[in-house]
Nanobody, 123 residues
Framework: QVQLVESGGGLVQAGDSLTLSCAASGRTFSSYTMGWFRQAPGKEREFVAAITWSGGRTYYADSVKGRFTISRDKAKNTVHLQMNGLKPEDTAVYYC????????????????WGQGTQVTVSS
């Protein structure tokens, strides 16, 4: 049974940094792409970033490019999302997800999801 458990959310001020973590368990993830998505109140879920587990290739949404960094720690089976220069519009519930498919940008193609962690950025 695959489990993804997010942590690291919280309340910060605009311009601050925060790092989210996703602990993955239940299988070998070498063939997976791990993604981060977010959903703000009243808005649709949106892609934030993704990383291929084996090669470490990364992908970012334009809205976070240059501010957020996704990484993975193979030894600890953990994926991180380092978020710098946070803005109020980054406020959302952030979800970790895993997929074996190539369409990393769409949540529709992810098979496993974590429970989410709240990030709130005050102005």
């Amino acid at each position: 049974q695959v489990q993804l458990v997010e942590s690291g959310g919280g309340l910060v001020q605009a311009g601050d940094s925060l790092t989210l973590s996703c602990a993955a368990s239940g299988r070998t993830f070498s063939s997976y792409t791990m993604g981060w998505f977010r959903q703000a109140p009243g808005k649709e879920r949106e892609f934030v970033a993704a990383i291929t587990w084996s090669g470490g290739r990364t992908y970012y949404a334009d809205s976070v490019k240059g501010r957020f960094t996704i990484s993975r720690d193979k030894a600890k089976n953990t994926v991180h999302l380092q978020m710098n220069g946070l803005k109020p519009e980054d406020t959302a519930v952030y979800y970790c997800a895993a997929t074996t498919l190539q369409r990393y940008y769409s949540g529709t193609y992810y098979q496993y999801w974590g429970q989410g962690t709240q990030v709130t950025v005050s102005s």
